[in-house]
């Protein structure tokens, strides 16, 4: 029976820092990423356009619409930020079900891991998340005007609201994170389960489902953190 480890083992060491086999994925993952962007910024500028440009435009096109719904008009300056979450979220959990991560050892140990099976990964992305969300408030609204929200003395209804806001505020760092730790990471579990039970074709049902779980998995964190900044960015009476 295979040994599934929560945290992320070390691959080797540099100068002192532990490159474990979460990283190690989400490095690949990110050039991966930045070698596409620069492919789409060469194409986009090319006077003939390729099917690798329409491909990409299309993608993104659906991925704008989708925020459209939630944003309005302030979609063309958040959907940078907001894109950016859902598609490095969306690489992260579909390169880790590439054969061979998980199953290519080194040292006794995978090399190659999901990033997001690892909490770290996740407090990461959901401090991100709402620290931007923070941000955006505060500055749409004003410092006083954000801050309104969360200290207001005006009667003690308003106070004790302003409190609920803040505990609020800090259990989206743990929903965030949490729920997409723990859904990767069931994915993780269960792949590795039945790669050993039953022969490969036959657990190919349960990778087409871990596909689809990475897919809505990226668009609710993406599109919850829209939700909160469009809340956020609302002035409220």
Known sequence: MPVISIKPETVLRVFGFSLNNTLLLS???????????????????????????????????????LFESVLKEKTDYFFPIMASFFLFIILQNWFELIPGVGSILYHGIPLLRGNEADLNSTISLALISVVLIQVFGIKFLGFRGYISKFINFRDPI????????????????????????????????????????????????????????????????????????????????
């Open 27 to 65: 490095i690949i993952v990110l050039i991966f990423f930045t070698v596409i962007a620069i492919m789409y910024n060469r194409a986009a500028g090319a006077p003939k356009k390729s099917v690798f440009f329409y491909f990409i435009n299309f993608l993104l096109k659906g991925i704008y619409q």
């Open 158 to 237: 308003s106070f004790f609201t302003g409190i609920l806001e803040i505990i609020s505020e800090f259990s989206k760092i743990i929903s965030f994170a949490f729920r997409l730790f723990g859904n990767i990471f069931a994915g993780e579990v269960l792949l590795t389960i039945m790669a050993f039970l039953v022969p490969v074709l036959a657990s190919f049902p349960f990778l087409l489902l871990e596909v689809f779980v990475g897919f809505i998995q990226a668009l609710v964190f993406a599109m919850l953190t829209a939700v909160f900044v469009n809340m956020a960015i609302t002035k409220h009476n």
